[in-house]
């Protein structure tokens, strides 16, 4: 009953099998950043892909094409991750397409950045209910299934302010706290039915949202691009280094690999050594 895990990974293996071959993947908010690269990394490892988020729809036209180009099956939904009714819709399209979702990356997020006495109350409940309780929808409209199945990976993509504060974020810290606390009850639950949950933790990920976020605040500080990278962004990261979406993406491969069966609960930092200090 204790015996170790016969799938264990092989180690010559190559990075081309298809170690996902006939599992679907969710990710949420895949139309940009973070998580369209996980949507590109699970699709080259044989995963069938569920896109979702917003934006431009030839992007995502095109995203969905790169997705789908190599014999890789893929679709898209519009739904909305502030609306319970609109996820549960997409995650029974999703089982009717593809029979199941067995990677579940609860990655859609946003921000707003203001003192608490400011904070608009409608910001607090969109990024509460986007960057946190979406999580708990999917999660649970796609447990049982899991159970049933055996086998089922959940990846949350939190923050370094899932496990730090900095001032002036409340809402985002507040919910990327809450979604380590809801991975590590995950974990437990899922534990002996071979559903791990994992948070990841990224520090700065240069994406869309940084980029604009670099040119805001040049403009509103006065100073140079290269000055808000280096006194504002970078301050605290020990590297000095953004880090890119592939990096998050590579650690979601593995942990959606053999070589991630025993690691859940977890939440695990991509910062350049910010939570170090
Ligand atoms: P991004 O803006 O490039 O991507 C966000 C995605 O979420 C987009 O696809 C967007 O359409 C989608 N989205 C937003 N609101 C949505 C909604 N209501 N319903 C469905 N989809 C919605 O940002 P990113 O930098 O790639 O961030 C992705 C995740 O990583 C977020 O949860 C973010 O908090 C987290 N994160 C990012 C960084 C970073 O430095 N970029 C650092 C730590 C954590």
């Given at each position: 009953m204790f015996a170790p895990d016969e799938t264990l990974?092989?180690?010559?293996?190559?990075?081309?099998?298809?170690?996902?071959?006939?599992?679907?993947?969710?990710?949420?908010g895949s139309t940009s950043g973070i998580g369209l690269a996980i949507a590109k990394a699970l699709s080259f490892a044989g995963a069938n892909i569920v896109?979702?988020?917003?934006?431009?729809?030839?992007?995502?036209?095109?995203?969905?094409?790169?997705?789908?180009?190599?014999?890789?099956?893929?679709?898209?939904?519009?739904?909305?991750?502030?609306?319970?009714?609109?996820?549960?819709?997409?995650?029974?399209?999703?089982?009717?397409m593809f029979g199941n979702v067995d990677i579940l990356i609860n990655?859609?997020?946003?921000?707003?950045?203001?003192?608490?006495?400011?904070?608009?109350?409608s910001k607090w409940d969109d990024i509460l209910a986007i960057n946190l309780s979406s999580a708990f929808h999917t999660s649970r409209a796609v447990f049982h299934d899991m159970r049933e199945n055996?086998?089922?990976?959940?990846?949350?993509?939190?923050?370094?302010?899932?496990?730090?504060?900095?001032?002036?974020?409340?809402?985002?810290?507040a919910a990327k706290h809450g979604i380590v606390g809801l991975t590590k009850v995950l974990a437990l639950e899922g534990a002996e039915a071979g559903i791990t949950a994992n948070a990841i933790c990224p520090g700065y990920v240069w994406t869309p949202l940084v980029e604009k976020q670099i040119q805001d605040q040049a403009e509103a500080h006065g100073i140079s691009e290269d000055e808000v990278i280096s006194s504002v962004l970078l301050k605290n990261t020990p590297t000095k280094?953004?880090?890119?979406?592939?990096?998050?993406?590579?650690l979601c491969l593995f942990l959606c690999g053999a070589g991630g069966n025993s690691i859940t609960g977890q939440a695990l930092p991509v910062d350049g050594g910010w939570t170090a200090h």
């Open positions: 990974p092989r180690l010559d293996k190559t990075p081309t099998d298809l170690v996902l071959s006939g599992k679907t993947a969710l990710v949420t896109l979702n988020g917003f934006g431009d729809k030839d992007q995502i036209r095109n995203s969905l094409q790169s997705l789908t180009d190599k014999d890789g099956r893929a679709t898209y939904s519009p739904a909305d991750m502030s609306r319970p009714d609109e996820i549960n819709d997409m995650i029974m399209e999703a089982k009717t990655n859609a997020g946003i921000q707003h950045v203001a003192p608490v006495e400011t904070f608009p109350p055996g086998w089922g990976r959940i990846i949350n993509i939190a923050s370094a302010h899932g496990l730090i504060a900095s001032p002036y974020k409340s809402a985002y810290v280094k953004f880090a890119q979406p592939e990096e998050i993406a590579e």
